[in-house]
């Protein structure tokens, strides 16, 4: 079976082959000229300024060649003349790098290091158009898989903590609870990362992530502690359940047990950091 290159139309079978997402191939010498943000050789206006190279002529391996350009000994082995950069192997002289740093396709990932800024991608394809849509939707999928959610949380609890407050006509109380949840988020992280090294073995969430899902358990777990404290016994059964369930699927605990001892060291940090505002206050 045939697989003919989709930018110069030559059967490249029995050659070094590249092949694109949609499953096109693409000849080695025509991925190179799209890697150097070179135009395709059949595009290409008949005087290329440099001889080319007959059948009889083709360099001998092992053999230094004369670069057709500018007739610079190229060494065996080497396809790149080092005094006008002409490269024999795709017939041009790429041009000058304008990225020297690693530079992922925003599409498939590709490393676009040392090429230009306005190259498509050599790999699938993408124009930097396309690359900048793809990255801007990766970033959206990763606010919505894993930000989105906790956010989402965070945002209910404090909502019915206002409710509250508002019926009990105690604002000043939902202001200390909230630079209280703010205080606690950034203690939490800390003992969340000691508690992660000494017991649970490993720090498995990013700062910022973790950050977010201490931010939702502190935010539903203010109304529920509100609500249901003033019920003996069973008010502090009810707010400990949630406060282990929030825990355990927030931070991905691995069991209960883990989720128990983090919650009495985040109770411990919360309450302080309430009755020391309180006190300030």
Same mark, same amino acid.
């Given at each position: ?29 025509c ?5 150097y ?35 610079h ?9 080092s005094?006008?950069?002409y490269?024999?192997?795709i &017939?041009?002289?790429p ?13 498939c990932?590709?490393?676009?290091? &040392?090429?230009?800024l ?15 849509r ?7 999928n ?6 989105k959610?906790?956010?989402i949380y ?11 407050r ?15 949840i703010g205080?606690c988020?950034p ?8 508690f ?27 109304p ?20 282990l369930?929030?825990l355990?699927?927030r931070?991905d ?11 009495l060291i ?15 206050i």
């Amino acid at each position: 079976m045939s697989k003919v290159c989709i930018h110069c139309g030559i059967d490249c079978s029995e050659s070094k082959r590249f092949k694109d997402a949609k499953g096109r191939y693409a000849c080695l010498k025509c991925h190179d000229r799209i890697k150097y943000g070179l135009p395709i050789e059949r595009d290409l206006p008949a005087d290329q300024g440099a001889p080319i190279a007959l059948a009889d002529e083709a360099p001998i391996e092992g053999e230094r060649v004369a670069c057709p350009r500018c007739k610079h000994e190229i060494p065996p082995g080497e396809t790149v003349c080092s005094n006008c950069r002409y490269d024999i192997s795709i &017939g041009a002289a790429p041009p000058a790098p304008m990225t020297e740093y690693s530079r992922p396709c925003g599409k498939c990932g590709y490393d676009l290091k &040392g090429l230009a800024l306005s190259a498509s991608c050599p790999e699938c394809g993408a124009d930097p158009h396309t690359q900048a849509r793809a990255k801007k939707a990766k970033h959206q999928n990763q606010f919505e898989m894993f930000y989105k959610e906790p956010l989402i949380y965070s945002a209910v609890g404090l909502v019915a903590l206002l409710i509250i407050r508002l019926l009990t006509s105690d604002l000043q109380t939902f202001v200390i609870d909230c630079i209280a949840i703010g205080i606690c988020v950034p203690l939490a992280l800390g003992a969340y990362w000691v508690f992660s090294l000494i017991w649970a073995g490993g720090f498995d969430q990013g700062w910022l992530l973790a950050a977010a899902n201490f931010l939702a358990v502190f935010a539903v777990a203010s109304p529920v502690v509100v609500v249901f404290s003033p019920i003996p016994l069973v008010g502090w059964i009810v707010w400990l359940t949630a406060y282990l369930w929030l825990l355990k699927v927030r931070l991905d605990l691995d069991g209960w047990w883990d989720a128990f001892i983090l919650a009495l060291i985040l109770a411990g940090i919360q309450i302080l950091a309430k009755l020391g505002l309180a006190a300030l206050i």
